[in-house]
């Protein structure tokens, strides 16, 4: 490339003179010019005969004596015609060339210049793809890395869910364990408490069936014999009660008609307090009939209670007696 615009440059000073030599020999010179003039020297275009022309001026002598012929003349004019031809043909075939060449440069230029573009072009492209693929690649990562933190979110989001699912179930079993638990205590307490029931109604049974003198016979018949004792005496306080109770009734009948000292009202009193009194001596009655009976069985001295053995002291002191010390406090 760096050849070719030289030798564009040296073409255009060649033809120049070219153009003149033929123009101004070939037509003009046979008619306004003479022979003399249209030496061999003037054809000639190289440089060299025309120096030598030059420098020998002796040489020219000859020729100004003789006179070219008219077949001579037009020999020399057609052999100028020929070499002027040949020059203008040369000068065609290198202008030609030249043409040529300027436009295989300009093919290359324009070439090398579609060659660069479309390398800038394939650079540009390859550039842009590049850029589109990093772009991709770039958006493909934050992607996923948005997908990355989605799907961790997730995760862990789902592992707390888990972990709470885990916390309420072990929290629920927990719960029902110490429920179980508990209940087991309590069936425990129940089974406890019933078995104590049991052994305490067992032992109220006992108690309630007990005979706590049953083998001591001296000592039951020492009671029976004390509370008959009691009874034909409180049988004979029942009689004399009631006798002067009906004395007391009489009398009331007879002073019904003389009662301004009010004797009457004092007198009804005295009565009720007197049947009150045979009415308690009846239920002893009763008691003592109840106590008997025991004796028979060989229940008495057992409390009414607590079931336990009354004393042989309180059975003594009172007759009858059916509450210890302990349980008559109580009441």
């Given at each position: 490339m760096s050849s070719s615009p030289a030798k564009a440059k040296k073409v255009p000073a060649k033809k120049a003179p070219a153009k003149k030599a033929v123009?101004?020999?070939?037509?003009?010179?046979?008619?306004?010019?003479?022979?003399?003039?249209?030496?061999?020297?003037?054809?000639?275009?190289?440089?060299?005969?025309?120096?030598?022309?030059v420098k020998v001026p002796a040489k020219k002598a000859p020729a100004k004596?003789?006179?070219?012929?008219?077949a001579q003349r037009a020999a020399a004019q057609q052999q100028t015609l020929v070499k002027a031809a040949a020059a203008k043909a040369k000068v065609q075939a290198a202008a030609k060339a030249k043409k040529e060449r300027e436009a295989k440069a300009k093919a290359a230029a324009k070439a090398k210049a579609i060659a660069a573009k479309a390398k800038v072009q394939a650079a540009a492209k390859a550039k842009k793809e590049r850029e589109a693929k990093a772009k991709a690649a770039a958006k493909e990562r934050?992607?996923?890395?948005?997908?990355?933190?989605k799907a961790v979110a997730e995760a862990k989001r789902q592992r707390e869910i888990e972990a709470k699912r885990k916390a309420v179930e072990a929290e629920k079993l927990r719960k029902q364990r110490e429920i179980e638990r508990r209940n087991l205590e309590e069936q425990k307490r129940q089974e406890r408490r019933e078995a104590e029931e049991r052994k305490r109604q067992e032992a109220l049974e006992r108690k309630m069936h007990s005979k706590p003198y049953?083998?001591?016979?001296?000592?039951?018949?020492?009671?029976?014999?004390?509370l008959l004792e009691t009874r034909d005496a409180t049988n004979e306080q029942i009689a004399i009660g009631e006798s002067e109770a009906n004395e007391m009734l009489v009398d009331r009948e007879r002073l019904e008609y003389d009662d301004e000292d009010g004797s009457s009202v004092a007198s009804d009193i005295q009565r009720d307090q007197l049947k009150d009194f045979v009415a308690a001596l009846r239920t002893k009655v009763d008691?003592?009939?109840?106590?008997?009976?025991?004796?028979?069985?060989g229940s008495y001295g057992r409390c009414d209670e607590c079931y336990e053995p009354i004393s042989k002291p309180r059975l003594l002191a009172q007759l009858?007696?059916?509450?210890?010390?302990?349980c008559r406090a109580s009441v």
């Open positions: 123009k101004v020999p070939t037509k003009k010179a046979p008619a306004k010019k003479a022979p003399a003039k249209k030496t061999p020297a003037k054809k000639v275009p190289a440089k060299a005969p025309a120096k030598k022309a004596k003789a006179v070219p012929s008219a934050e992607l996923q890395r948005k997908a990355h933190e049953g083998d001591d016979h001296e000592f039951l018949e020492e009671l029976r014999t004390l008691e003592i009939d109840v106590a008997l009976a025991r004796i028979d069985d009858p007696v059916f509450t210890c010390v302990s």
